[in-house]
């Protein structure tokens, strides 16, 4: 079966930094797309960045240029650094992942959009931002 366990979460100060790491098993295709959501108090989960077998990233605005998103196939884990920190920031953070069979489908839906809906789920870590 899939599972994700990510971790990292941690309550810091705007302008710091944290890397947030998911460990994924059980996924048996050689094609997926992976990505991290994240959810506040009251709103729905959003994407925050997805990466597919080749390497190819994206990320929501917001993040574009603070957030990296990579992954250790090594070690069969997602990694999420995030940098500059904001309060907006604050939310709990998940990882997803889903194998692909068609990206043409997955890109007609959109990449976060397919991940959101069709995606694994881990847990969840937290992450607080403080002004």
């Known amino acids: 079966q899939v599972q994700l366990v990510e971790s990292g979460g941690a309550s810091v100060q705007t302008g710091e930094s944290l890397r947030l790491s998911c460990v994924a098993s059980?996924?048996?295709?050689?094609?997926?797309?992976m990505g991290w959501f994240r959810q506040a108090p009251g709103k729905e989960r959003e994407g925050v960045a997805t990466i597919d077998s080749d390497g190819t990233t994206s990320y929501i605005d917001s993040v574009e240029g603070r957030f990296t998103i990579s992954q250790d196939n090594a070690k069969n884990t997602l990694y999420l650094q995030m940098n500059s920190l904001k309060p907006e920031d604050t939310a709990m953070y998940y990882c997803?992942?889903?194998?692909?069979?068609?990206?043409?489908?997955?890109?007609?839906?959109?990449?976060?959009?397919?991940?959101?809906?069709?995606?694994?789920w881990g847990q969840g870590t937290q992450v607080t931002v403080s002004s």
């Open positions: 059980g996924l048996t295709y050689s094609s997926y797309l």
């Open positions: 997803a992942v889903t194998e692909v069979y068609s990206m043409t489908v997955i890109q007609a839906l959109g990449v976060m959009a397919f991940l959101r809906d069709y995606g694994y």
